[in-house]
């Protein structure tokens, strides 16, 4: 799955959910007479778990249970509260918290056993206690309540990876994609699995399986997104394979159906500048540069462009905003070193690295590369100074 470890994988599998977060926030069943004063502490406990106040939604949701200690949705809101909390404490005190939260989470599921929201929360405190094979009970458990829950699904097929078993979570999103047919999310899930396991042409088929109608998937926010993201990866897999028609194709219906996509615009820059088109994709990267100028990459390939167009001192301009934003982008300062070479300023070449590597300096593999470019340049004089910029 790209991740170093059953921790990362887990918070991989929030992106489902704000799910943990939004499911959190129900409640599985209320007393039989409704208690509105007890309630409305409970929706200030949601709230502050929703804003992320976490020792406040921690404090609200104790007190809750010491008044009503069979409040299901204060059981589940703690035991969410604590899963988020477990994130960034040490390994010891993060298993306690976890323990806790799946203490809670059982007795929830005593008290209402068909409780989606304890359910969908125990999975995900299962999944980060590394207890991998009862989480995908939990999961398997939610399909059964609602065969629609596309998330439980995606997350059954990512704990099979993370078991190392790649078939079985092909197995399991075949299966429903064959179910649920140009859903979005599924092909997405499984296409990348499938470029995972060095299979690009079946991802590519897979990834064009969803269609060109947008309108299929405007339901939900989660379906428009998977959308994008599908087009981003054909995208991908265009230029990687040389397919630059194709890729041009593909990135031109991303800004068509999302204007903002800044990303695209620069690729579509970049195949311009490809091909010596430096006005073209001078305005292209402007272009992206308009929606999000907080880009490194942008700047350079504008610089790029206008340096190939005569402009130098505006090159000179859209180097220094790129190399403003190096502390952000540090692993792009290899290549912004070798562009300011070749525009001539060494001295400037090894002022941007010198920045980036403080920057990776935890970061071996980079600091190397980085310090394999400082006595490159080293090794030649100087040309341009402080001065020129």
């Not at 099979?160 to 047919?181: C, F, G, N, Y």
Request: aromatic share 6%; charged share 30%.
């Amino acid at each position: 799955m790209g991740r170093t470890s059953l921790f990362s994988f887990a918070r991989g599998l929030a992106w489902m959910g704000a799910a943990g977060l939004v499911f959190a926030l129900g409640c599985p069943k209320e007393e039989a007479t409704p208690d509105y004063e007890l309630q409305a502490r409970y929706q200030k406990a949601a709230q502050a778990l929703a804003e992320n106040r976490l020792p406040e939604a921690e404090e609200r949701f104790r007190q809750l249970l010491k008044e009503s200690p069979k409040h299901g949705g204060g059981m589940c809101g703690l035991a969410g509260t604590l899963r988020r909390k477990a994130e960034k404490l040490p390994a010891a005190e993060r298993t306690e918290a976890l323990a806790e939260a799946d203490r809670l989470l059982r007795r929830a599921i005593e008290l209402d056993p068909e409780s989606q929201t304890a359910l969908h929360e125990q999975a995900l405190v299962l999944v980060d206690l590394g207890r991998l094979a009862e989480a995908d009970g939990a999961y398997q458990k939610l399909i059964q309540g609602d065969p629609k829950d596309l998330d439980s699904i995606v997350a059954r097929a990512r704990i099979a990876v993370a078991q190392k078993d790649p078939a079985r979570a092909e197995t399991i999103l075949r299966e429903a994609v064959a179910s649920h047919p140009r859903s979005a999310i599924l092909e997405l899930e499984l296409g990348r699995l499938l470029l995972r396991l060095s299979r690009p042409e079946e991802a590519r088929a897979v990834f064009s399986s969803i269609g060109d109608d947008l309108r299929a998937y405007t339901s939900r926010m989660r379906p428009i997104e998977a959308y994008f993201e599908i087009l981003d990866e054909l995208g991908q897999l265009a230029v990687r394979s040389e397919r630059l028609d194709e890729a041009r194709a593909v990135y031109q219906k991303l800004t068509e159906v999302e204007p903002q996509d800044f990303m695209a615009w620069e690729v579509l820059a970049a195949l311009d500048e490809s091909e010596k088109k430096w006005a073209e994709a001078e305005k292209k990267y402007r272009r992206s540069l308009d929606i999000d100028r907080a880009h490194a990459s942008g700047w350079r390939g504008l610089a790029r462009c206008l340096l190939a167009q005569g402009k130098r001192e505006d090159a000179r301009y859209a180097w220094q905003r790129a190399d403003g934003l190096v502390v952000q982008s540090p692993e792009q300062a290899v290549e912004l070193s070798q562009e300011l070479e070749a525009f001539g300023d060494r001295a400037w070449a090894r002022t941007v690295l010198e920045k980036a590597r403080l920057v990776l300096s935890g970061n071996a593999e980079a600091v190397a590369a980085i310090d394999a470019r400082l006595r490159a340049l080293s090794a030649t004089p100087d040309g341009g100074t402080e001065t020129d910029r």
